[in-house]
């Protein structure tokens, strides 16, 4: 008869599953067309560490052979052979080392919209990378299987930024993508892929919760095309809360990308009873017109039950759509809907005439009528990256 599994052997069974299934959960290899040698997948014992790889480019040496990293607002405090909260970023012998750098958990091809990028190569493909934790810890984090995990609970693949960037153009993608989990916390292997891709003639993009402090985020920018901003609510209470996070650095850091000619859009997931209050979403919209302008794309995404807000309701679409034209309302120019395929606002419009430039149903392009980065019908420019 065959033995029981102990309650620790099937955690650790289900991890070892849930860490390599994930490529096949998010359509990696021949669902994508992406195809990485069988050989490349890395697994490494339980609690081994790997060697480090890559300093961290932003710190500062403090006594006793204490850092304090400068990536992002935290700004953590790491004493020797401890990691920062990120959970990747570990001080050994008094420097601090990325040690997930070269080991994303996941490579995948999808579609630029689904990131969401809206104004930038409709219907092109982006080879997205993402790697184990966050540093954040948001309740409803819709990757979290990979973003509130450390690296040493899944398996990771061990691939060098030159491979990543072969595998992007062996897959006819024009742009590399840094998602999934928060980018900050593989921000060095983010740096390195980013500057090879440019080298080849890629696009780059990351998808981010905004918290990079200045000198490292002027830094990647010059690297990246474009920057996707979850800006998750418009009050400290909710990033605190829901994120254990702050709303302050990710309002500068919208200022400090509005600097440069990096093109933003910014997603805002609507959480039923968390960030769905209409008065807050007005103040936001004014504060995005009034620091950021009014043509930045605004993504007002759907939420579904997910990790620790199982409890909740979907967002009603009537909420979604009450947001939307209170954007409208304060004059916002490119306001979307997001996880309602087939939503009138999947697809973008013309702000002085009206007429339909992108017709999307959820992720898929269908029509694509602006000419020379202009609408063909009355002229009115339309900001974006619209060819290469």
């Not at 790997?50 to 040496?61: D, G, I, K, L, N």
């Not at 990536?71 to 401890?82: A, G, L, M, P, Q």
């Not at 579904?304 to 409208?328: G, H, N, V």
């Not at 999307?360 to 009528?369: G, K, P």
């Amino acid at each position: 008869m065959e033995r029981l599994m102990s309650k620790r052997e099937f955690l650790k069974k289900s991890l070892v599953i849930l860490g390599g299934g994930l490529a096949s959960l998010w359509g990696f290899g021949s669902l994508c067309g992406c195809q990485v040698d069988a050989s490349t997948p890395a697994e490494r014992p339980y609690g081994a560490t790997p060697e480090p790889r890559a300093e961290v480019p932003f710190y500062r040496p403090l006594a006793e052979k204490a850092v304090q990293c400068e990536i992002c607002f935290r700004r953590c405090v790491v004493k020797e052979d401890k990691l920062g909260f990120c959970r990747n970023k570990k001080n050994v012998g008094g420097r601090l080392y990325n040690l997930v750098y070269g080991h994303p958990c996941a490579l995948q091809i999808d579609p630029i919209e689904k990131e969401p990028v809206f104004h930038m190569l409709p219907g092109s493909r982006i080879f997205c990378i993402g790697t184990a934790s966050c540093n954040f810890r948001c309740k409803f984090c819709q990757n979290w299987e990979m973003s509130q995990r450390t690296m040493w609970e899944l398996i990771n693949y061990d691939i060098t930024p030159e491979e990543v960037v072969d595998k992007a153009i062996e897959n006819k993608c024009e742009s590399v993508s840094f998602t999934y989990n928060e980018p900050i916390a593989f921000y060095e292997f983010m740096f390195d892929v980013a500057r090879l891709a440019r080298q080849k003639g890629l696009y780059a993009i990351f998808h981010t919760n905004g918290t990079l402090n200045p000198e490292p985020l002027f830094a990647i920018l010059e690297l990246m095309n474009a920057v996707t901003v979850d800006l998750k609510g418009f009050t400290t209470e909710f990033y605190r809360r829901y994120c254990e996070g702050e709303l302050i650095p990710v309002l500068e850091t919208l200022r400090n990308i509005r600097k440069t000619d990096t093109h933003l859009e910014i997603v805002n997931l609507v959480i039923p009873s968390g960030n769905d209050d209409l008065d807050d979403i007005r103040r936001m919209c004014i504060w995005i017109r009034d620091n950021l302008g009014d043509d930045v794309p605004l993504h007002f995404t759907r939420f579904f039950p997910a990790y620790k807000l199982q409890r909740l309701e979907a967002t009603p679409i009537e909420t979604l759509e009450a947001a939307a034209r209170i954007a409208d309302e304060v004059g916002l120019k490119f306001v979307y809907i997001g996880n309602v395929p087939g939503h009138r606002r999947n697809s973008t419009f013309c702000p002085r005439c009206g007429e339909a430039l992108i017709t999307r149903v959820h992720f898929a392009v269908l029509e694509m009528r602006i000419e020379n980065g202009c609408c063909p019908f009355c002229g009115e420019g339309i900001p974006g990256i619209w060819s290469r």
